[in-house]
């Protein structure tokens, strides 16, 4: 009865907690890497070692300049030619899946066909916000052919779309697709039949 009322000891990792055992100092075996600060007082040799490193990398840092607004620009040109080219690095491997899928009406076919679509459609409709991130007043001349290119290479992508919608047979490209649209030809001569 009387090991139930004593109350019980405090975990260790609860004392641990409220107050965090010391950083352990490093051996002198392994030094830090240039930059970083030495943790603990002891291995002054380390510290002497590693002193020259640190400050060559402290100064290197000092002495990097921030970019100019060209090389700014220039960056955004490059990484907006990368958005514009993306639609493009997608397409062989669409084109594949849908030459995969064959030309029957089935679901996954079908659902190859409805991204085919809507991947380029919802990149036409959002070229604008695609580059407003890259785009700045000093090169928003070179931004147009950029945009330009994004459209191109969106609407390439569309016409795989088509492309795997024709093989599919849904497109009315024959004469037969029109038959309800077409006039009844009057004849020109007659016949009777002959008893």
């Given amino acids: 009865m009387s090991e ?13 907690l409220a107050s965090p055992p010391p950083v352990k100092s490093k051996t002198g075996a392994i030094p830090d890497p240039p930059g970083f600060p030495t943790q603990g007082s002891s291995g002054t040799g380390n510290k002497a070692s590693c002193a020259p490193k640190r400050d060559a990398g402290k100064d290197l840092a000092k002495t990097k300049k921030p970019p100019t607004a060209e090389e700014m620009d220039t960056l955004k040109l490059k990484k907006a030619w990368e958005v514009a080219l993306a639609p493009v ?34 990149g036409l409709a959002a070229t604008n916000q695609a580059f ?15 945009k330009l290119a994004y459209v191109a290479m969106q609407l390439v992508a569309l016409a795989v779309g088509v492309w795997k919608v024709n093989t599919m047979g849904l497109l009315p490209t024959t004469r037969s697709d029109w038959l309800a649209w077409e006039v009844q030809r009057e004849p020109l001569e007659s016949a009777a039949v002959a008893l």
């Fill in 132 to 146: 407003e991130r890259f785009e700045t007043d000093s090169n928003r001349a070179k931004m147009v052919q950029v």
């Fill in 4 to 16: 139930l009322t004593k109350p019980a000891a405090t975990p260790r990792w609860v004392s641990e």
């Fill in 89 to 122: 690095k997608s397409l062989p491997m669409t084109f594949i899946m849908m030459y995969m899928s064959g030309n029957s009406l089935q679901i996954f076919s079908i659902m190859m066909v409805f991204m085919a679509f809507k991947n380029p459609i919802v």
